[in-house]
């Protein structure tokens, strides 16, 4: 059975004093070899207080790449179809926030996401190196990371932390809560 169709996925929201809200998201796999469909993928809410989106916890490590990390893209969506003004969203869309860059699909939105090509101003969210504190601590710029169990450790010999997640996670830091970010994983090589 190929890895996207056991990902069960958690994300873990901590906000309201602590409190973890708790969201199932869906695995996608449409079963077919050198497929773009992501591993998985998964949106979230935008208007979420600052940093409380903090953790994806993930039941297996993914595949990952040359670099340690898997092939993920992060995005942020801004300014639905037929909101916002146009000076707006041109200085949106040069996402100058620290961490943020323009993200240029080199295939249909849609594989990243449902309703992601409903928005005027799509951001990457810049991706930390694999060893880095995950989720990180500093809040000044929005990044991603991703942490997998290595023998009970994560990949820089600390203990893996992240209470929930047992085998891997995909961390957050340093977002906005201004619009609904998207994340999809797919087979390292395939580039969307």
Known sequence: MPIAARLALLLVLTACGGRAIVVSTTATDDGSTGSLAPLFRASYPEHAPPGTLTIQCLPEPLPTGGDGLPNCFVVTARFPDGTGGAQDIATCRQCGEPGLEPFVPSIAVQSIGDGLAGYQ??????????????PPLDESSSSWCYAAEVDGSDPDGGPLVGGPCEAARIGFTGLTGEGPVYLACFAPGLTP
């Open 121 to 134: 101003c799509l951001c990457t969210i810049h991706a930390l190196p694999r060893g880095a504190m995950c």
